[in-house]
């Protein structure tokens, strides 16, 4: 009995969360990474791509329930993603013609491109701004849990109680398909094998006449697609903050570099290896330890090896680590 | 205009732009400004030498002035004897404990042959002083930490002269440059950007949750200043006399007085590092680093080692941004975790050191001073312009007060429009390089 209700300590504070914002986490660093292959430079804008979709989808949430028009148990935010996804897609293609595409035709230094995407994000920031203001969001509606508390504890007769929100299922369902649209879409498709094609050798991508503007104009509609998914349904489970979206490059970055920049694999891996680390690192184990020990050995604080105010730390600290001991990432990306 | 004009005549735009402030809004706003933009140009200099100079991004300038900050408190602010005597001496057991376990395992990493023997051992080391390391520090932490939370529940400083603060600033972000550089020098040139980023939202994370160090978010205030207190001067007869002399109040010239101090120390450590900064662009030393910067694989060729050079300026230049945070933190007069944010503290700065010209001294100087007068003044005039639009519209609509209030955001989008403005038609700055 005592394993069983630590498992279920540990699951509802450590598994089920991590394993949603891993999915948040992987489909963030997907768009990194996407921009790092076929760009060739890291996206400081993505954090604000991401807060800017997801302000587009409240705006539209807020319409759509002002207008009576929901999907029951599942959030209204469900129905506003498109929207959103169109938002950000209309704002990075507007940039890339205002901005990038002067760039990419001068073959400028890759670091060049961070600093303009810098520029960028100063702007999509005060955008975010402008169209949603500084405040908190909250705008998940419909169905709180899938499982309650409660409900578990009756069903099982467990000492330790199990919930599971909606919003941490429809996280992890949303990310699947996503991922599982885009590699699809990578493997199987002429535009996605170009695409593959032209992060692997852009050379030889241009000779065997493959359109490189059309290879970044789909890349930038992915990579938009993306960040708004991540961005709402990280909204939907946390709460919408402008600011919090610009904190989230860190372990985002820090999941694509640890998967090895450029490989679409290693991003979700990476996501899902931060999210973890993170918030194993940052929970209090005492009660988990509690059942598993026996009574003598029972610890006597919280055993929380780091405040959660230093979650940052700890991507900081993988990434550090794999920057010094590997640093290609896991999964072999392309740069060093 | 020719290349020699060109420079002077901006300047003296900047020094038009302020003492047209100075006629508009009070000499005392001109003088907060300019105070705040020769802090400003300090950074913009560190920032140039390591951008300018080497082609070095770094995005973590936020940390670096914060260290500074943090430097300002551990020197000047007076000792809590309480605090030291209920906690102070298992604190720094507690830190060489934890620098003995990195030691440690630095050691064994070295001494052992890689496999997996070894990463199991620098593993255990690890963990092992990772919890000797709590087991001292955390009863330590709390014992500080309850000494009279409301007033200091912290350990204090030195009670040293606060002008002794600026070096140590610059100390303090050297040792975390160097700890970066370490790690992510030598790598492609984003990992260095990521790296800062990480490194700076640590540091602020770190002022603003260990409350034994410096009060965390409940702040340190009050710190000692290097120039006199407005109310002395203004019960200083002699002082008195001699603004009237000069047909002064008071009270303004006292304001006013302590402001030019302020602004003469500053100045003072300016025209040093500007004078430093020249003689090093000058020197064979700067051009082995512009010939880095522009062909990496060439110097390499000629011998030159890349990475140890980077290093050494990249310690250079985050050395001048914490000198120039502990200055910051002297004027300001009190350490505030909470207002360290990095677009006002990193991206700012690039944009001072971009717009000003990268790799000239003299054009980050500049761009410090003008870009942070338009920081200052977007606001109002944002407003202005909102009025405008506006003025037209029905009171209460809205569309009006949404606009209204969105001024206040003007800023970042301004800043970033001139940036992405700059970096495409004139992307080596109002002064370029020679």
């Given at each position: 009995?005592?394993?069983?209700n630590?498992l279920?300590?540990?699951?509802n ?20 990474t ?13 954090g ?15 319409a ?10 599942l959030?209204?935010a469900?129905l506003?993603?498109?929207?959103g ?8 293609l ?6 990038y ?19 960028v ?10 169209v ?20 578990f504890?009756?069903?099982t ?14 996280t ?6 996503a ?13 996605g094998?170009?695409?593959?094609a ?12 493959i ?13 938009a ?7 709402v ?5 946390k ?18 570099i ?32 509690g ?46 | 205009m020719?290349?020699?004009?060109r ?6 735009l900047?020094?038009?732009l ?7 809004q ?54 809590v ?13 507690a ?14 990493q070295?001494?052992?042959?890689p ?33 009279d939370?409301?007033?200091?529940g ?34 492609r ?10 490194i ?27 120039v ?6 203004q ?11 000069l ?16 602004a ?34 060439a110097?390499?060729?000629m011998?030159k ?7 050494q ?5 985050s ?12 004027l ?5 975790p909470?207002?360290?944010?990095p ?14 010209g990268?790799?000239n ?22 407003l ?5 639009i ?7 609509s809205?569309?009006k007060d ?15 429009l001139i ?8 992307p ?6 020679r």
């Amino acid at each position: 009995m005592d394993a069983l209700n630590a498992l279920v300590v540990f699951a509802n504070f450590v598994l089920i969360p991590a394993t949603a914002y891993g999915a948040q986490l992987a489909l963030g660093a997907l768009g990194v990474t996407l921009i790092y292959g076929i760009l060739r430079f890291s996206n400081f804008a993505h954090g604000d791509t991401m807060a800017f979709g997801t302000a587009v989808a409240i705006l539209a949430t807020w319409a759509l329930q002002a207008a009576g028009i929901g999907l029951g148990p599942l959030p209204t935010a469900l129905l506003a993603l498109p929207v959103g996804i169109l938002g950000a897609m209309a704002l990075v293609l507007l940039t890339d013609r205002g901005v990038y595409r002067f760039y990419r035709a001068q073959r400028v230094k890759p670091v060049i491109f961070v600093i303009v995407s810098m520029g960028v994000m100063f702007v999509y920031n005060g955008l975010t701004r402008f169209v949603i203001g500084v405040d908190d969001q909250r705008f998940a509606d419909g169905e709180r849990f899938v499982i309650s508390v409660r409900e578990f504890r009756e069903a099982t007769g467990l000492a330790e109680g199990l919930a599971l929100r909606t919003t941490q299922l429809l996280t992890v369902v949303v990310a699947i398909i996503a991922v599982a649209l885009l590699f699809w879409f990578l493997n199987r498709t002429r535009t996605g094998k170009s695409m593959r094609a032209f992060s692997d050798n852009e050379d030889l991508a241009l000779l065997s006449g493959i359109n490189p503007e059309r290879v970044v104009l789909v890349t930038w509609l992915i990579v938009a697609a993306l960040a708004a998914t991540a961005g709402v349904l990280y909204g939907l489970d946390k709460g919408f903050k402008p600011f919090v979206y610009f904190q989230l490059l860190l372990p985002i970055f820090a999941a694509a570099i640890v998967g090895g920049l450029g490989n679409p694999l290693g991003a979700i891996a990476g996501g899902f290896v931060i999210a973890f680390a993170e918030v194993t690192i940052t929970y209090p184990l005492k009660r988990v330890l509690g059942y598993l020990l026996p009574e003598s050995l029972e610890p006597d604080g919280l055993v929380q090896l780091l405040t959660t105010d230093y979650k940052f730390a700890v991507s900081f600290g993988i990434l550090l680590v794999v920057l010094l001991f590997r640093p290609t990432g896991l999964f072999k990306g392309k740069a060093v | 205009m020719t290349e020699t004009l060109r420079s002077p005549l901006l300047f003296a735009l900047v020094a038009a732009l302020l003492i047209g402030t100075g006629i508009v809004q009070g000499w005392n706003s001109a003088l907060v400004i300019l105070n705040m933009g020769l802090i400003s140009a300090i950074m913009a200099l560190g920032v140039n030498l390591q951008w300018g100079f080497a082609g070095l991004f770094n995005v973590g300038v936020m940390g670096f002035v914060a260290l500074g900050g943090l430097a300002a408190v551990l020197v000047s602010m007076p000792p809590v004897p309480d605090a030291w005597s209920a906690g102070g001496p298992r604190i720094v057991v507690a830190m060489l404990l934890g620098a003995a376990t990195i030691f440690v395992a630095m050691v064994v990493q070295r001494r052992i042959p890689p496999g997996r023997s070894r990463t199991w051992a620098t593993i255990g080391v690890l963990v092992a002083g990772f919890i000797l390391y709590r087991l001292a520090f955390d009863p330590a932490k709390s014992a500080v930490e309850s000494v009279d939370p409301a007033s200091t529940g912290y350990l204090g400083g030195l009670g040293l002269p606060i002008v002794l603060a600026w070096p140590v600033g610059a100390a303090l972000a050297a040792g975390a440059a160097w700890i970066i550089g370490k790690t992510a020098l030598g790598l492609r040139s984003d990992y260095l950007a990521i790296a800062t980023l990480g490194i700076a939202e640590i540091i602020i994370a770190i002022l603003k949750n260990e409350d034994w160090l410096a009060r965390g978010v409940k702040n340190v205030s009050g710190l000692p200043r290097p120039v006199p207190l407005e109310i002395d001067l203004q019960q200083d007869p002699g002082f008195v006399e001699r603004a009237a002399g000069l047909g002064f109040d008071p009270v303004l010239a006292s304001t006013l007085y302590v402001k030019l101090a302020y602004a003469a120390l500053f100045a003072l450590v300016l025209i040093a590092l500007i004078w430093l900064a020249q003689k090093a662009l000058a020197s064979p030393w700067g051009r082995m680093m512009r010939a880095i910067r522009d062909n990496e694989v060439a110097a390499e060729a000629m011998g030159k080692d890349v990475t140890a050079r980077h290093l050494q300026i990249f310690i250079l230049g985050s050395a001048i941004c914490g000198l120039a945070g502990a200055m910051m933190t002297t004027l300001d007069g009190q350490l505030t975790p909470g207002t360290y944010q990095p677009l006002r503290f990193t991206f700012l700065i690039w944009v001072m050191v971009i717009v000003g010209g990268s790799g000239n001294n003299f054009g980050a100087v500049l761009g410090g001073f003008l870009i942070w007068w338009l920081w200052v003044q977007v606001e109002p005039i944002g407003l202005g312009v909102m009025n405008l639009i506006t003025s037209g519209m029905a009171d209460g609509s809205w569309l009006k007060d949404h606009l209204l209030d969105s001024a206040a955001h003007m800023r970042l989008l301004t800043m970033g429009l001139i940036l992405l403005i700059v970096l495409r038609f004139s992307p080596r700055g109002l002064i370029p390089e020679r």
